[in-house]
Structures are given as C-alpha cells and as structure tokens.
C-alpha cells in the first residue's frame, strides 16, 4: 500500500487540474459569446525614462535610452523614433517588457546635447492606440544647451501640413551644406506639420525642411522636396517644459494643436531638375511621335528626320518644355523606323550645358511583323475631332474643338452654331473661332450671342471638313449644351482690386483636387463663378511673377521661393459654403491679401 502511494501520490494534483478544467469548459459551452468590457481607448502613458531627461555627462559609447511604459506597446513607425543631431545610422530598438530599448550604432559626440524623439511611433500592444508623443534630452558634456525654435512646413501648392518632414537647422551658412552635411540640431513635423527643435545653442542658423525620400537627412534634389528660411534664424524661446509649444499633444486635439506658435513657415516644393538630356522617345502612330526631356525648358537649335524635308516636320512643346510631340506632314508611306536627330543642350559631366546631336530609332511597335497586315477599323481612317462644352462653363470658355493629330486642310466655313428655343425653333448663331496659342490642335469657338437659360446650343463639325497629316478626313460630330437649370443654383463673385501682378485664380472643390473655373487675370476686374451647387469651395490665388501662366517651383541655389500661393480664407478654414440659391459677392485687395 505504502509503495502504491508513493508511486501515484504525486500524479493526484495533475488529475485534480485536468478534471476541473474539464468541468470548466463544460460551463462555459453556452449559447451566448462571452462579453468583455469597455474598448480601451486610452493611449500608453510613459512612467519612467532613464538616464533621466536632462542628464548630463552621459557617455559617448553603448549608451542605451529606456521609455518604460505603463503597458505593453509596440513599434508602429521606427522612423519616429529620431535622434537630433541626427547619425548616419537611424537609431536602433528593441521591446523588452514593457520598455522600449533605444540604441545607437555610432557613438555620441563629446560635449554635444541630444535630443531624443518619439513622434508617431509607439502604440499599445493590445488595441493599437497611440502614444502622442515625447521628447528627452540629454548631454555628452557637463550642461545643456538651453533654447528652442518652433515652426510649421506646408505643401507649397495646396499649403496642407506636412506630416513627417524633417526641420534641420546649419551652423554653416552655404547653401552648399544641405548637400554635404548633416544638421546640428533637427526635428520631425507632427500631422499638423508642426515643429518644435529644443535644446539648441543660441546662434545664427540656416533654417531647411526637406521631405527626405531615402530618409539620410542630406538633400538629394532628384528625390526630396525642400523648403528653406530666405533669412538666418536666431531662436529667441529658452526652454521651458510647461509651454504648449514643447508638449506632444494628440494630433485629435485640435484647440491644443492650435494653440502653439510657430516662429518660421517653411513651404515646401520640389525642384525642377537640374540635368538636362534626353530621356524617352515613342512613335505613337505612322506620322507622329513625341521625345521627352528631363528637365523643363529644352533648348533644342534643330532636328530632321533622315528623308524628309524639314519644312514637312510639325512640331509642338508642352508648357513646361519637357516634352516634343512631333509630326511628318508628307503624304508618302512611312517606313518601319524613323530616323530622327536633335541637336540640343544637354547637360556634361561638370554640370554645364553643351550642345549635342543625338540620333533616335522611332520604331512602329503597332506594325505587325514580315507579309501580316494589321486589321483596317474605321478608326484607322478617320481624322478624330473631339468637341467639349461644360454648361457650367459654357459662357465663360465657350466650345473647345481639338483634334489628335494637326489638321492639314480645313473648311472652316462649313462648321455650324444653331440656338434651339423652348419651343424648338431652330436658328443659326454666329460664332468666332481662335487656335490656342499654345496647342495647334486645339480651337476655342465662343459664340457671338447672348447665351439664354432654357436654350440649347448646338455646334456642328459636318462629314469631310478636316483632313489631318495622314491625309483622313473627319467624321461628322456635334455637341450639344445647355445652361445648368436648377432654382437652387448659386453664384460667387469676386471683386478684385490692387491687381499689381499677374494673378492665377482658380475655384477648386474643397479636397483642392479638381479646378472648377481657372482666370488670369492682371488688372482690376470682377470675377464670376456661376451655377455652383450648394457646398464648400476653395479659391487659391498664385502670384504669377514671371508672367507665364504656370504656378512656377522654387530654387535653392538661386534663393528661389515657389511663387506664392494663398487660399480665401473663411474662420481660418481655406473654404467655404455656398448656400442654395444666393448670389454672394466679396471685395478682395490683392496687395493685402498676398502679404506674408
């Protein structure tokens, strides 16, 4: 009996386990789930940070930072968590506990006071919630640099906050620097695209952002967007841990976030490309094909297709200059490859400007290959006319006529304009047509007639009209507009004065994406915007200094801000509602508006 104990005694408090477990999931097998408590929502709290923030002579080598948390939590974006000045090597971590265990691959300069940041980084393990945010600082050497600078970065074009640029501030004033060198005190923007660099020596600095693609805080303009301070920046704040400036604030609190100060604005933009060569070439059809640059404004002194005279050759830029859409005007047959030269400015090895004559292959990939002839469609032999009429815009821009490739021969006075009245009469209008100055393939037809609500308009391009370069004519076509009916529909006028500049207007919805009504203007007039549905608009104002029609990028090297950009602001929101059925008109001096 004794040995039967003591061989089975020690297996009871096994068995005792494994049938209370049985008995336990056999109450638990309900029909209802089980129900847990409240969601929990409340981010992760810091509660001990070591060494302590404002440690000094902390050592240059294997020195580890630990945020100990009052839960588990987790590394959401390892790029938020930024060391300033910033290394060659973004900081290590790694979660022990519920500590997250931050390292360096390179050892700390001597003397030197760090700052330590996690923006955007660390979320509890559980329900993902994230922490604001928080800054500690330390020193290599005996005491700590004691000022602060804050600020705001924005998109030059739509001045929406940029989330997760980097702020870098020189002791060295070349512009040069920012392509050699790594800043001495740096910063990452929050969702509101606010900065704070804290612990910083008082001096003279040059102030940059830069949206820095490859993440190695050093300017690559092929890559990055940058913006720069046009002046030297002299922080003039002495740290102090209870201003809303230097607290992370959740990005949902919006009255906090708002009420910190930013001492600088930096806009940023990307730049245009420095290089200049040719990058692509396509055939895209038996007499037509287009060459593209790298950078804007090619400067091209000739170019010929081998066997054909040069007065035959159509050629057309883009606005920006970057792209040559180019056509044969000869009635011949095209041969499988063209052969095309272009003598232009292309960019050496030292940065400067020569010219060259390259030679270009154009290949009709479209072509089938050895006795197999390519399928005849009716569009193969038709010169394409495209005819545009918005109604909300049809006053104010009229018709747009546009073909694909140049029309060689046209009878302009076959084309047709008819008003049809309520009652269906018919009547012929007259009309006046202009080529865009800046597409040969483009017409502007705009009607010599008052234009009527409950009207329809009608613009004919009758069969055999045009012929293009391929010697096709077109297809009849028409379209058909109306002004937008509706007694809901809204107007906004704007009234401009102090027109000193060329201005570009624009209405755009309220996402900033799409353009309603574009003018440019350069004298004092008022401006329509008609048969607006109820909603919320934007106006963006572009001070167009060089007087081209295009919102112009800026330049580094050249001390060149992008050409400014301002939004009609309703309660400092950068739209506003139009109600149904009003007519709103607002006065607006343009030399007070765009001042910084």
């Not at 630990?66 to 060659?88: A, D, H, M, R, W």
């Not at 300017?219 to 607290?247: G, Q």
């Not at 084309?415 to 018919?426: A, G």
Request: overall charge negative; proline content about 7%; aromatic content about 10%.
């Amino acid at each position: 009996m004794r040995r039967f104990i003591s061989k089975y005694f020690p297996l009871i408090p096994v068995a005792v386990v494994i049938i209370m477990s049985m008995f336990s999931h056999s109450c638990a097998n309900t029909t209802q789930a089980p129900k847990g408590g409240l969601k929990d929502t409340i981010p992760p709290v810091i509660v001990k940070v070591s060494p302590k923030p404002g440690s000094v002579n902390v050592p240059v080598k294997g020195v580890q930072i630990v945020f100990t948390f009052n839960e588990y939590v987790v590394v959401k974006e390892p790029k938020g968590i930024y060391l300033s000045p910033p290394q060659q090597k973004a900081p290590k971590y790694k979660i022990k506990g519920k500590s997250l265990v931050v390292y360096f691959e390179e050892d700390l300069l001597p003397d030197l006071t760090y700052t330590l940041e996690l923006t955007g980084a660390v979320a509890d393990n559980n329900e993902g919630n994230m922490f604001p945010g928080f800054t500690t600082f330390f020193s290599t050497g005996p005491s700590l640099d004691s000022m602060f600078v804050t600020g705001s970065v924005y998109d030059c074009n739509d001045l929406k906050p940029i989330k997760g640029a980097t702020v870098m501030l020189y002791k060295d004033h070349r512009d040069s620097a920012i392509f050699l060198e790594r800043p001495v005190a740096s910063s990452k923007t929050d969702d509101w695209g606010f900065f704070s660099i804290r612990n910083i020596k008082d001096t003279l600095y040059r102030a940059y952002a830069l949206v820095d693609a490859n993440n190695n805080n050093i300017y690559d303009p092929d890559e990055d967007k940058i913006a720069f301070l046009d002046t030297l920046l002299r922080p003039a704040h002495v740290v102090n841990d209870t201003l809303p400036e230097l607290i992370k604030f959740d990005a949902k609190d919006t009255l906090s976030c708002l009420s910190r100060h930013s001492d600088i604005v930096l806009n940023v933009f990307k730049e245009r490309p420095s290089k200049q060569m040719l990058m692509n070439k396509k055939r895209t059809s038996d007499r037509s094909a287009y060459i593209t640059f790298m950078a804007p404004d090619a400067r091209i002194d000739s170019l010929w297709f081998r066997g054909f005279p040069a007065e035959n050759v159509i050629t057309e830029f883009n606005a920006p200059k970057d792209c040559l859409l180019l056509w044969i005007n000869d009635s011949r047959r095209m041969p499988d490859t063209l052969k095309l030269s272009v003598k232009y400015w292309k960019t050496d090895t030292l940065g400067v400007l020569n010219p060259v004559t390259e030679e270009l292959r154009l290949v009709d990939e479209d072509k089938p290959k050895g006795r197999v002839r390519k399928p005849v469609e009716h569009k193969d032999t038709i010169c394409p006319v495209k005819l545009t009429a918005v109604p909300e815009r049809f006053e104010l821009e009229g018709i747009i006529m546009e073909f694909e490739d140049p029309p060689f021969l046209g009878y302009f006075d076959s084309l047709v304009f008819r008003s049809i009245n309520p009652k269906q009469v018919e009547q012929d209008e007259r009309f006046t047509i202009q080529r865009d100055s800046t597409n040969l393939r483009r017409y502007i037809i705009t009607p010599d007639v008052d234009i009527l609500e409950g009207y329809e308009y009608v613009f004919k391009v009758p069969h055999r009209v045009f012929r293009d370069i391929n010697g096709h004519w077109n297809d009849s076509t028409n379209v058909k507009v109306a002004l937008p009916k509706g007694e809901d529909l809204s107007s906004f006028s704007l009234n401009l004065t102090g027109v000193n500049e060329k201005y570009i207007v624009q209405m755009l919805d309220d996402k900033k994406t799409k353009t309603l009504f574009e003018y440019v203007v350069d004298s004092d007039r008022r401006l329509l915007f008609p048969y607006l549905t109820k909603g919320k608009y934007c106006i963006r104002i572009t001070e167009d200094i060089n007087r081209n029609g295009l919102v112009d990028t800026g330049n580094l090297l050249e001390r060149r801000q992008p050409e400014k950009v301002r939004f009609l602001k309703t309660d400092d929101q950068d739209f506003f509602d139009i109600p149904e059925k009003s007519e709103i008109e607002q006065e607006l001096n343009l030399i007070e508006f765009m001042k910084d």
